[in-house]
């Protein structure tokens, strides 16, 4: 990488701190621990406290710090918030996504889009898409949907699926007849 890509990073650091309790007179497996890992919900958080952190970062870039004085002189000003529920690989996110006001356009926008495609309005993300349309490809739409749910329980319904592999299938045949 050189310096100018390593200076465009978005640099994102979470702290992550767990705490499993295991009874001193007790023997566990390693299968145990990461079930009780799992079961914890680690990924999801994970992926929400990067977007929120890239949300934040993207706001204070636009609008200046928050309760800082002058802010009222900036071209931006911040514009209330939404909350979004997506559908991904590692299950469903909980996200505040805040909007920000472009004075001089009197455009209303969300900064955050700039650097993380949400799918426009649709639940289920591009990544768990996929993996329908793959499954959907080997089996039945129902029966991908039980397998799904093997893989997260929040997975599309056999209709969804459907209308995913309509609009991908064009788009991969397009993709292989390109290649």
């Not at 699926?161 to 993709?175: C, L, T």
Request: charged share 35%; with cysteine.
């Amino acid at each position: 990488m050189s310096k100018k890509e390593v200076k465009s990073l978005h640099k994102i650091e979470v702290l992550l701190q767990v705490k499993i309790g295991i009874l001193k007179d007790k023997k566990v497996t390693v299968g145990n621990i990461a079930t009780a890992i799992k079961d914890l919900g680690i990924e999801p958080k994970i992926a929400e406290q990067i977007i929120q952190t890239i949300d934040e970062k993207e706001v204070e870039e636009h609008c200046g710090s928050k309760y800082s004085r002058g802010n009222s002189e900036q071209r931006y000003k911040r514009a209330g918030t939404a909350n979004r529920e997506p559908v991904t690989a590692v299950g469903k996110l909980k996200i505040k996504l805040h909007k920000i006001k472009d004075k001089e356009t009197n455009e209303t926008f969300k900064p955050v889009k700039k650097v993380v495609n949400l799918e426009g309005k649709r639940v289920y993300q591009e990544d768990i898409s996929m993996i329908a349309v793959e499954l959907a490809t080997k089996m039945t739409y129902r029966d991908t949907v039980r397998e799904g749910k093997f893989i997260t329980k929040d997975f599309p319904s056999p209709c969804t699926v459907n209308q995913r592999v309509i609009e991908y299938g064009a788009k991969i045949q397009e993709f292989n007849n390109e290649k």
